[in-house]
Each structure stands twice: as structure tokens, then as C-alpha cells.
């Protein structure tokens, strides 16, 4: 079945350090990649997709290129903040379904 | 417009009880979700609904779970009876439908002692 591996549990950096959360799928086809955030005390929102080979996501500065070659969908920001301290999701759908299937999730910890 | 609602954000059960968590998605919305989230599982799906009918219900949840839509504006999920190994949170989440975002809710924290 469609599958999404987070390699990374848990990442701990300093401020403005370079961030690279890895996320791979296995999915026939294209299927729609997203990445969530979630912040302690709340659910999971949508920092951005992407749908098509080569298509970059990205929102507050995060970025995300969808990669059918290597099936990967890595997140990255170029300079972190303490404020970006959360829980990532990785996640993807097939069929245009609404059903998303998520990655374990990644707890990034940002020290100032 | 209002986010997704969940109540109560926090419910201690006694083992054995019969628990009773509420939603009211995004108004307009078509698509909800209701999911488990563990820190050894992370995010489990555990029913799907689509325009109030029952799209998937996750089937190691079926025995003691049950979702229901009573209208398209608010959503229960009924634990019954409640094992400790229920210990999570419960989230809530709703969508237009498609490969569109979907909302989530600040979810329920619930304990089962």
C-alpha cells in the first residue's frame, strides 16, 4: 500500500542553522505531497503542496520540491528559528483522494 | 470563519467507561476525519466521512470505535468501553474534499486510567 517514511524522529539545531527534513513515499503515479506543521497544544496545518513532478511548495520560508525520481519530498528552510520548534508532517493522497496518509512525523527543537 | 471545534480539549475516563467526543467542522466542508495520535503511532486514521456518509472506518479501531455524522455541521466519535491503551489524542479535521488542505482542530486529550 501508499506509504510516506520521515527518516528523522527528532532534529535539534540552533538558530539560523539550515534545516533538511527528509521525506520519501511510495505511491503509484502522482500522487499530491504536503507537508503539515503542528505546534503544541494544536492540530496540524497545511504549510504547503505540491502535485507535479518538480513543483516546489513552499511557505514561510520552508520549501519542498516534489521529486518523482527519487520519490522524495525533502523540506528545507535556510535559516530556522526558535519560533519554528514543532511537529512536521510529511503526507500524501492518491486519486484525488481526500484521504491523506502521513509520514511519523518529525519534532524539530530550535535553541536560540 | 470559525476553525474546526472539538470538545472537551481534555477528558479522564475510568476503564471501562463509555467516552463521547464531539466535532463541528469548517462550515461548508464535506469531507471529516476523525484520527488517533500516539507518540509511538503518530497520526492513525480512524473514520472518513463524506457528505455525512461513511467513506472508511480503520479496521483496528472498529470493535470499540464508532464515528457518526448527525448532521453535515457536527460529528461524534464514541469509545466504548475505554481501555487504558486509548490514551491519546483525538483529532478532528475537515476538508472541502479532494486533494485539498484539510483543517484540524485543537483535538481532545483523553485518559484513560
Known amino acids: 500500500g501508499d506509504s510516506v517514511t520521515q527518516t528523522e524522529g527528532q532534529v535539534a539545531l540552533s538558530e539560523e542553522d539550515f534545516l533538511t527534513i527528509h521525506c520519501n513515499y511510495s505511491?503509484?503515479?502522482?500522487?499530491?505531497l504536503f507537508w503539515y506543521v503542528q505546534y503544541p497544544g494544536e492540530g496540524p496545518q497545511l504549510l504547503f503542496r505540491?502535485?507535479?513532478?518538480?513543483e516546489k511548495g513552499s511557505s514561510r520560508g520552508f520549501e519542498a520540491t516534489y521529486d518523482k525520481g527519487t520519490t522524495s519530498f525533502h523540506l528545507r528552510k535556510a535559516s530556522v528559528q526558535e519560533s519554528d520548534s514543532a511537529v512536521y508532517y510529511c503526507?500524501?493522497?492518491?486519486?484525488?483522494?481526500?484521504?491523506?496518509?502521513f509520514g511519523e512525523g518529525t519534532k524539530l527543537t530550535v535553541s536560540s | 470563519d470559525a476553525g474546526v471545534t472539538q470538545t472537551p480539549r481534555h477528558e479522564v475516563a475510568e476503564k471501562g467507561q463509555t467516552i463521547i467526543l464531539k466535532c463541528e467542522p469548517v462550515?461548508?466542508?464535506?469531507?471529516l476525519f476523525w484520527y488517533r495520535q500516539t507518540k509511538i503511532q503518530g497520526l492513525e486514521l480512524l473514520s472518513y466521512?463524506?457528505?455525512?456518509?461513511?467513506?472508511?472506518d480503520g479496521g483496528a479501531f472498529k470493535d470499540r470505535f464508532k464515528a457518526e455524522m448527525l448532521n453535515s455541521s457536527f460529528s461524534t466519535l464514541k469509545i466504548q468501553p475505554t481501555e487504558p491503551k486509548d490514551s491519546a489524542v483525538y483529532l478532528c479535521?475537515?476538508?472541502?474534499?479532494?486533494?485539498?488542505?484539510?483543517?484540524f482542530g485543537p483535538g481532545t486529550r483523553l485518559t484513560v486510567l
Open positions: 479535521a475537515s476538508s472541502t474534499g479532494g486533494a485539498l488542505e484539510q483543517y
Open positions: 505511491a503509484s503515479g502522482y500522487p499530491t
Open positions: 505540491a502535485s507535479r513532478d518538480k
Open positions: 503526507a500524501l493522497s492518491r486519486g484525488g483522494s481526500a484521504k491523506l496518509i
Open positions: 462550515s461548508g466542508h464535506n469531507d
Open positions: 466521512f463524506r457528505s455525512k456518509s461513511l467513506m472508511e
